[in-house]
């Protein structure tokens, strides 16, 4: 006989699932409001639909009514039933305006998007074993990747991460030869090379189009004399001797995490640093039962694993490996010393030596 339903939970359940689903059905309305400009038109203050409409450059007040309605049910701007007006409050604009902000999470409502969009390609790989090239992930996954993990890079790699190595810093500071590997459209090679001006950075990551918009990236910024982005995959970086490597949220992607660090061994010079960011894990998968691992396991799910399994070997570590599996996998390319040397809520940094 079946078990009987407890009404109290099931209430609770459901009321959960509410919830879950009402995040899952703002993911197009926010990616609208990110795009046509109606959370920034509202950072400059309150406005009823029509004033927001008049702002964001002339919309149709019906559509934006709508919109602004499903995001004061959503809880992410405010509305004010005697005024008509809705509002953004200053937390609301760090996380929806405030692109330095570094809990400016717009980015995130571009990877679901990519997630969903990819469902077909994982849903083959689940049958057959396969993976998915980087690619070949819907939209624009790369330039989703690269502005989800920019906030974080803006606000920690230079203020913590970094200082925590050990003396890393003083010598980015005299000048050393810097490899960022795996570094997509390029965010935290120019972070560094605009906080170090004395050091020479190259950028690698094996995905083409990622290291051409780094190029765009670096003429932008005036930074393309002192960094350069090359195509490569990890156990093909080139050159010898480099002070420092550094991995920003990218070793797990690869295929063959083990193979790329005793690469890392080979380039390196002796007393250099590899300084490996990661997602925040636990060191056990019930640790990482929490808002944070549910977010990257489900990436995981749909990106990270099908990244690794299409590869060479296809370790497929996963988006929560956690610290004592990574370290087994340094320690496997020939690096006596592994530490945490930083962590956050949504990163852990190690320095391998
Ligand atoms: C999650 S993204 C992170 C990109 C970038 N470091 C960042 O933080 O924005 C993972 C990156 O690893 C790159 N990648 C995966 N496997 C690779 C490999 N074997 N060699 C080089 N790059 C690789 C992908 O092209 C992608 O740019």
Same mark, same amino acid.
């Given at each position: 006989m079946a078990a009987p339903i407890d009404e109290a939970k099931l209430n609770a359940f459901v009321g959960k699932m509410l919830g879950d689903l009402g995040g899952a059905m703002s993911v197009p309305t926010v990616r609208l409001g990110v795009r046509l400009g109606l959370f920034d038109a509202l950072a400059t203050g309150p406005a009823t639909s029509a004033e927001l409409a008049q702002r964001a450059g002339g919309l149709h007040e019906r559509y934006v009514r709508e919109w602004a309605m499903a995001q004061a049910a959503n809880g992410y701007v405010g509305f004010d039933p005697a005024s008509r007006e809705f509002s953004l409050s200053p937390e609301q604009a760090m996380v929806?305006?405030?692109? *330095?902000? $570094?809990?400016?999470? @717009?980015?995130a409502y571009e990877m679901v998007a990519a997630m969903v969009e990819a469902e077909p390609k994982v849903e083959e790989c689940f049958r057959n074993g396969t993976g998915v090239r980087w690619g070949d992930h819907a939209g624009c996954l790369f330039c989703a990747t690269g502005a989800f993990f920019r906030p974080g890079y803006v606000n920690h790699?230079? %203020?913590?991460w970094i200082p925590a190595l050990d003396g890393v810093e003083a010598k980015l500071h005299a000048g050393i030869r810097v490899a960022d590997i795996g570094?997509? @459209?390029g965010f935290s090679t120019l972070l560094m090379a605009q906080a170090y001006p004395q050091s020479q950075f190259t950028g690698y990551d094996f995905h083409a189009p990622s290291i051409e918009e780094a190029r765009r990236h670096a003429l932008a910024h005036g930074l393309a004399d002192r960094v350069q982005f090359e195509v490569a995959t990890a156990k093909e970086v080139p050159g010898r001797d480099f002070d420092l490597v550094t991995m920003y949220d990218c070793l797990h992607d690869m295929g063959d995490p083990r193979g790329c660090a005793k690469h890392m061994r080979e380039i390196l010079a002796p007393d250099g640093c590899w300084m490996i960011v990661e997602p925040m894990a636990g /060191?056990? $998968?019930? *640790? /990482?039962?929490n808002p944070v691992g549910r977010l990257y396991y489900n990436a995981s799910t749909m990106i990270c694993v099908p990244t690794s399994l299409d %590869?060479? @070997? !296809?370790? !497929?570590? !996963? =988006? %929560? =490996?956690g610290e004592p599996k990574l370290a087994e996998v340094i320690r496997d390319g020939g690096f006596a010393h592994v530490r945490r040397a930083a962590d956050g809520p949504f990163n852990m940094v190690l320095e391998a030596r």
């Open positions: 929806f305006h405030h692109a *330095d902000s $570094p809990v400016y999470l @717009v980015a790699i230079v %203020q913590t570094c997509g @459209v /060191n056990r $998968p019930e *640790d /990482n039962l %590869q060479e @070997v !296809g370790e !497929g570590l !996963g =988006a %929560q =490996a």
